[in-house]
């Protein structure tokens, strides 16, 4: 965590202890290059993020095409041919017309 007072910018890291709370250590004085480096970390780290929230949400989309061209491929096979898919198996209705 960078905290900015005046025109300086300190470092500081927070560890959760044994009983629960929660300290707060001094790392230092940081210089304007570590700073860059820190916010630019900060951007990385917030657009891997994103990254894998929009990976999520296009595999659920994928997930829902999926099932509906499973269903389309069912009804084709029903429709068009007489047969029908049981445990992965394509079989043939026995009654005919």
């Known amino acids: ?8 910018v300190y470092q500081y890291k ?3 202890e044994e009983d629960g ?10 210089s ?18 994103q990254h894998q929230q929009e990976i999520g949400s296009l595999l659920d989309a994928l997930d829902e095409v999926r ?3 499973a269903l389309i491929v069912r009804a084709g096979l029903l429709v068009n041919h007489n047969y029908y898919l049981r445990r992965s198996e394509i079989r043939r209705l026995k009654h005919e017309e």
């Not at 709370?21 to 230092?28: A, Q």
């Open 14 to 16: 927070s560890i959760r």
């Open 67 to 69: 099932a509906v061209n």
């Open 32 to 49: 304007p290059q570590q700073i860059q480096e820190h916010h630019k970390r900060k951007e990385e780290q917030a657009l891997r993020k």
């Open 21 to 30: 709370g929660i300290k707060t250590l001094y790392e230092g004085k940081l």
């Open 1 to 8: 965590m960078l905290v900015q007072k005046g025109k300086s």
